[in-house]
């Protein structure tokens, strides 16, 4: 019943910035009881956290390689959630994807129960 699309993604030099979104809805959907999760993917690898922030706004955390360049943020009246992320390295080249889970603070994918389909980051130097 949840569903979650994100958009946002493409291309941007090194040092550029991106903002992605995450909007959010299902017919039973209570957007305010779900913690909200980044994730990223490159062909080859397993995915990897990103950044994840509490329901109601007030608790975020981040992975070591996106503190301090990434902010993870959300809106609970418009049900979408966002990353803004600056100075881009080619290392962020990846397929980022968001995720959701009701009252739960977790930074791990398999305790996430729904998921975007991505948006592709491609950073070049």
């Known amino acids: 019943q949840v569903q979650l699309v994100e958009s946002g993604g493409g291309l941007v030099q090194t040092g550029g910035s991106l903002r992605l979104s995450c909007a959010a809805s299902?017919?039973?959907?209570?957007?305010?009881?779900?913690?909200m999760g980044w994730f990223r993917q490159t062909p080859g690898k397993e995915r990897e956290f990103v950044a994840y922030?509490?329901?109601?706004?007030?608790?975020?955390v981040y992975a070591d390689y996106a503190k301090g360049r990434f902010t993870i943020s959300r809106d609970n009246t418009k049900n979408t959630a966002y990353l803004q992320m600056n100075s881009l390295d080619p290392e962020d080249t990846a397929v980022y994807y968001c995720?959701?889970?009701?009252?739960?603070?977790?930074?791990?994918?398999?305790?996430?129960?729904?998921w975007g389909q991505g948006t592709q980051v491609t950073v070049s130097s």
């Open positions: 922030i509490k329901w109601s706004g007030t608790n975020t």
């Open positions: 299902g017919r039973t959907f209570a957007f305010g009881l779900f913690t």
């Open positions: 995720a959701a889970v009701r009252l739960k603070l977790t930074a791990q994918e398999s305790q996430y129960d729904y």
